[in-house]
């Protein structure tokens, strides 16, 4: 069974940092193309981040230059490092296998950021 599982969303006020993690079982995490989604309340689903599994990575334009992608495949896991964060990047979080038809779904976590 895949599973992906996102953990370190939380509270942080503008300007500050949080660490999201997302632990990959059940697939060949290493030979797999991993993303980062979120979606706030009202908006549509929106592609965050994306890193191959050769380390290509690709960022949002809104989050480019804040947000850093990177994976330990010996964890089996896909970080975002979220810097300088934005009233706007409140959302829940999730991280998905490219390609996905639906990668808002299941549990994500929940980032709230407040001035």
């Known amino acids: 069974e895949v599973r992906l599982v996102e953990s370190g969303g939380g509270s942080a006020q503008t300007g500050g940092s949080l660490k999201l993690s997302c632990l990959g079982s059940?697939?060949?995490?290493?030979?797999?193309?991993m993303e980062w989604y979120r979606q706030a309340p009202g908006n549509e689903c929106e592609l965050v981040s994306t890193?191959?599994?050769?380390?290509?990575?690709h960022y949002a334009g809104s989050v480019k230059g804040r947000f850093t992608i990177s994976r330990d495949n010996a964890k089996n896991t896909v970080y975002l490092q979220m810097n300088s964060l934005k009233l706007e990047d409140t959302a829940v979080y999730y991280c998905?296998?490219?390609?996905?038809?639906?990668?808002?779904w299941g549990q994500g976590t929940q980032v709230t950021v407040s001035s």
């Open positions: 998905a296998i490219d390609p996905t038809a639906d990668p808002c």
């Open positions: 059940g697939f060949a995490f290493d030979d797999s193309d």
């Open positions: 890193i191959s599994s050769d380390g290509r990575i």
